[in-house]
């Protein structure tokens, strides 16, 4: 198939591409064949957020619209933060950078199924369960992806339902795969391109409840039940009178290598602050993903090239000190769709067109909130307690103070200790509170079948210690501890990314694998 434009990933930075673009060529009388791939069997089925949502790219996409139009569930109206002891918990000041008042609470699924409608009423051609594996190249140019073979066995033979990989060629290939992207990731190992910091990653453990408890303040916290020298929270939030999203996210350079994220949000719903609301009601949905939370120092020296531009989560929008990246996905979209359609109309998708997206990305206010924040995270290498006063300090000073990059290594070289009798006992789960990682998975409505081919990759010489830090580590219990040995139970995966980031690699599977997710 030959496209004149190609986005992978049908996100919210995907699909404001696409809008964009189809919008443009309307304006201008032009003919674009715009082709979207997203390797969920249905949009927004792999999509998780938190998510609090500023409105601001919406109404700048959809200028014609109202607030009450787009597909949020409510505005903020109350909100706030706690620092949590067991059993206690301390009202906060709501930092500057995490007031919400403005915005609205969402779900990202429902957000993207209504972007995805708006881009095929525009005429924008939606492929759904098709994931991307590799960049097809030229030299030194993207002119396409090569999509993953579906109907394999264990043993990658073909079955009665095998169809083979597809090529499909484009003019401009746009990498919007949110967090992780495996091409992404290959383009810009390809391309040298790098960064003054490594990118960072937190992974997030998320559930959605109906409960009898209504609520209406959109609440975050600090402190317990993660560990001191762990960086992370907590949220719970209303999405409906009987409906509240809550989960806890931690940074994956956290120290203590037998801590279980999953675990952990499971001992957070047995404190009073949450318990009260759950009680008597039922968890509906379940899902964890991890999140680029690098900030400024971590983009890429460019996230454009001949052929190619990167946006969103992948090339790693996202401010952690404001818990925010929707926004910041879809206006890298919005700019991307108008450099290409630029290029395109001179004739050229050459570095120097395509580089004007960078230089607007530059320009724009993802650059300027990021810099602002940006050795917000960065504090907090040594600690909670003096990465808040430092993080104080930033705020501030407009984000002056220390006057210099804080230098971080990658994820997968912090140092980890694995004390035997170290931090909480196993937490048996009763099954109407807690749960197990695999009543998790079941709650993801994950779709994968047991005789797909293993898709993680991991290294054959695995230390009983190394196995229990990716046992602990998998929200989804893909990597089980047996005989001092690892089994890797890769049907259960959910497409997180967290061991891509510190262990065994992530690679594409057949279309529509991994969770199903209604909600999120």
């Known amino acids: 198939m030959e496209l004149d434009v190609l986005i992978v990933g049908a996100g919210p930075a995907g699909l404001a591409a696409a809008i964009e673009l189809a919008r443009l060529a309307t304006r201008n009388g032009t003919e674009l064949n715009i082709g979207v791939l997203e390797k969920a069997a249905a949009l927004g089925e792999h999509c998780l957020s938190g998510a609090v949502v500023n409105p601001r790219a919406f109404r700048e996409l959809f200028p014609e619209l109202h607030d009450s139009d787009f597909p949020f569930r409510a505005p903020v109206r109350n909100e706030a933060v706690y620092l949590l002891t067991p ?51 030229d030299g030194a140019r993207v002119v396409g992806v090569r999509t993953a073979a579906s109907g394999l066995d264990r043993d990658g033979r073909p079955l009665t339902n095998y169809l083979a990989p597809n090529d ?23 391309q040298q391109v790098t960064a003054e910091n490594p990118q960072l990653f937190a992974l997030g453990v998320k559930e959605l409840w109906e409960t009898r408890q209504p609520l209406d303040t959109i ?23 009987n409906l509240v999203a809550l989960g806890l996210v931690v940074g994956l350079d956290y120290g203590d290598g037998t801590l279980d994220v999953h675990g952990l949000l499971q001992r957070m719903k047995l404190h009073p602050l949450f318990r009260r609301h759950l009680e008597g009601g039922e968890m509906v949905e379940w899902g964890a993903k991890t999140i680029p939370e690098g900030g400024y120092y971590s983009l890429p020296a460019r996230c ?24 910041y996905a879809m206006q890298s979209g919005m700019l991307a769709a108008r450099a290409i359609f630029d290029a395109l109309q001179a004739g050229e998708a050459s570095p120097a067109r ?5 230089r607007m990305v530059n320009e724009s206010f993802i650059v300027r909130d990021l810099y602002r924040t940006r050795n917000m995270r960065l504090a907090f290498k040594d600690g909670f307690y003096a ?39 196993p937490l048996v789960p009763d099954g109407r509170l807690t749960f197990s990682k695999v009543d998790g998975v079941f709650k993801s409505g994950n779709a994968t079948r047991d005789t797909i081919p293993a898709h993680l990759i991991v290294g054959r010489d695995v230390t009983p210690e190394l196995a229990e830090f990716y046992a602990r580590m998998c929200p989804a219990g893909v990597y089980e501890l047996v005989d001092g040995g690892l089994r890797v139970n890769a049907p259960n995966c959910i497409d997180c990314k967290a061991t891509d980031v510190l262990g065994p690699r992530w690679t594409p599977r057949e279309g529509g694998s991994g969770p199903k997710y209604k909600r999120m």
């Open 87 to 137: 059993e206690r918990r301390l009202r906060l000041p709501t930092p500057p950078t995490m007031r919400n008042q403005g915005n609205y609470i969402a779900s990202l699924c429902e957000i993207v199924r209504w972007l995805g409608e708006k881009a095929e009423a525009l005429g924008v051609n939606v492929f759904t369960g098709f994931p991307a594996a590799s960049l097809l190249v």
């Open 168 to 190: 499909l060629a484009a003019k401009v290939t746009v990498l919007a795969e949110g967090t992780r992207g495996t091409l992404s990731q290959a383009w810009c190992a390809w």
């Open 219 to 241: 609440i975050h916290t600090l402190g317990w039940p993660l560990p001191s020298d762990a960086f992370g929270g907590t949220f719970m939030y209303p999405l409906a009178p």
């Open 304 to 327: 454009s090239g001949p052929g190619a531009v990167i946006l969103g989560d992948s090339a790693g929008f996202v401010d952690v000190p404001s818990l925010k990246g929707i926004h």
């Open 354 to 358: 395509l580089g004007v997206y960078d």
């Open 387 to 425: 990465g808040a006063l430092k993080a104080g300090l930033m705020t501030l000073t407009g984000g002056r103070f220390p006057g210099w990059r804080i230098a971080m290594p990658r994820d997968a070289d912090a140092a980890r200790r694995i004390a035997p009798g170290v931090g909480p006992g």
